[in-house]
């Protein structure tokens, strides 16, 4: 069977589309998951929504499942012992529980063509972390759950700006010593 010119035009154009569409999923579309972190010196157990008993050692973080709603802690301290147990509310597609209740900073970053970033930076004013101001107001988080943000632990910013009409912004949460090496490296005053 012999495929005419314009049935070869639109076999070639319907496997290009499928090839676009699986690069895009395979490579570049964005993950969603709940992580829980512990960078204490501690080790934990834990259990969530009654399910199999987990551990968490110093500095270590991994993916766990968790259902949109509410869902309940249980943690442990490394004698097994009940430190606490609580609920939490899922309302995004990803998110972080903190179960050591360490300090983390979430923080904005802008993108855009002819943006005058310093000046946006400067207007939001700063906060203090260990008796030092750090500009662009980062928010402490230390509670044991939160979904505020947009990119996790384990994820960097964009490094291509992907709208060059406006302005945009994207949040990415940091431990709290990564966000003060971050900030060095990044705010160059």
Not at 44 to 67: C, H, M, P, T
Not at 170 to 187: S, V
């Given at each position: 069977?012999?495929?005419?010119?314009?049935?070869?035009?639109?076999?070639?154009?319907?496997?290009?589309?499928?090839?676009a569409?699986?690069?895009?999923?395979?490579?570049?579309?964005?993950?969603?998951?709940?992580?829980?972190?512990?960078?204490s010196?501690?080790?934990?157990?834990?259990?969530?929504?009654?399910?199999?008993?987990?551990?968490?050692?110093s500095?270590?973080?991994?993916?766990?499942?968790?259902n949109?709603?509410?869902n309940?802690?249980?943690?442990?301290?490394?004698?097994?012992?009940?430190?606490?147990?609580?609920?939490f509310?899922?309302?995004?597609?990803?998110?972080?529980?903190?179960?050591?209740?360490q300090?983390?900073?979430?923080?904005?970053?802008?993108?855009?063509?002819?943006?005058?970033?310093?000046?946006?930076?400067?207007?939001?004013?700063?906060?203090?972390?260990?008796g030092?101001?750090y500009?662009?107001?980062?928010?402490?988080?230390n509670?044991?759950y939160?979904?505020?943000?947009?990119?996790?632990?384990?994820?960097?910013?964009?490094?291509?700006?992907?709208?060059?009409?406006?302005?945009?912004?994207?949040?990415?949460?940091?431990?709290?010593?990564?966000?003060?090496?971050?900030?060095?490296?990044?705010?160059?005053?």
């Amino acid at each position: 069977m012999k495929l005419s010119p314009s049935a070869k035009g639109l076999l070639i154009s319907v496997f290009a589309v499928i090839g676009a569409f699986g690069i895009y999923f395979v490579f570049l579309a964005k993950r969603n998951y709940y992580l829980v972190d512990n960078p204490s010196q501690n080790t934990y157990f834990f259990k969530i929504n009654n399910g199999a008993e987990k551990i968490i050692s110093s500095g270590q973080n991994f993916r766990v499942d968790l259902n949109k709603g509410k869902n309940k802690i249980e943690v442990y301290d490394d004698q097994r012992k009940l430190l606490y147990d609580s609920s939490f509310t899922v309302k995004k597609d990803r998110g972080l529980l903190n179960i050591s209740h360490q300090d983390y900073y979430i923080n904005e970053q802008f993108y855009g063509y002819g943006l005058n970033k310093d000046s946006l930076i400067a207007a939001r004013g700063a906060t203090e972390i260990d008796g030092k101001n750090y500009l662009n107001k980062p928010i402490r988080f230390n509670k044991l759950y939160t979904d505020d943000f947009y990119y996790n632990l384990d994820e960097n910013y964009d490094q291509v700006v992907k709208n060059i009409q406006k302005v945009e912004s994207r949040t990415k949460i940091f431990r709290k010593e990564d966000f003060l090496n971050y900030y060095k490296e990044y705010y160059k005053f």
